[in-house]
Structures are given as C-alpha cells and as structure tokens.
C-alpha cells in the first residue's frame, strides 16, 4: 500500500477530507519521530509498537567481489505488533495454506 492508497482508504473509512487525511498523516510521522527520538519508543494503539533497537557491529561480504568486510554497529526501528493483532493475522493465514496444500494434492495427482 502506498501513500495514496493509505489517504483513500482513511478517507472512505473515516469519511475525513483528503486535506485532514494528510495532515493527521503528517502529525503522527512527526510525533513517531519525536517519541523515537526522546524514548525510544513509539505505541500504535491496536497495532504495536515501534522500537529502536541497536544492531551490533559484525562481518559481512561485498557481494560483488567476496571480500569480508566489517558492518558498523547502528541503531534500527523495529516494529512489534500486539498480540491481538499477530493473533489476528495467523488466524487468517491458517487457513491458506491447507488450501494450498489440497490444491497442490489434487493438481500432482492428475
């Protein structure tokens, strides 16, 4: 979903204007930044919760030529959803894939 899917879809839902859409849009990025910035945290009510997280130095490759080389350590956001939500989303998918798997079963066997 991109930018202006996300402003229809809220627009439909919430029967807000395109204006209010973005504004709201724009307010939650800069208090997202400013919460990330000062706590290092970031709750989403309903969804999760953004973290920043440190990823430590280590040792890769340059894909181009194989060569090692050293990976900086820095500072990440990751994004944990609530249980609700994980709940939610694997309730859905548990379905899919016995639909699959029946779909492959019939289609090897003909």
Do not use: W
């Amino acid at each position: 979903m991109n930018h202006d899917q996300f402003v229809e879809g809220v627009m439909r839902n919430a029967g807000l204007t395109k204006a209010n859409v973005n504004r709201f849009y724009a307010g939650l990025l800069e208090l997202a930044r400013r919460e990330l910035a000062r706590n290092k945290h970031f709750v989403l009510p309903g969804l999760g919760s953004l973290r920043v997280k440190v990823r430590k130095a280590r040792t890769g490759r340059n894909p181009r030529s194989g060569e090692l080389m050293r990976i900086p350590a820095r500072r990440v956001v990751r994004f944990r959803a609530f249980g609700s939500l994980r709940d939610m989303v694997n309730a859905a998918g548990e379905a899919a894939p016995s639909d699959e798997a029946a779909s492959q079963s019939t289609s090897s066997t003909t």
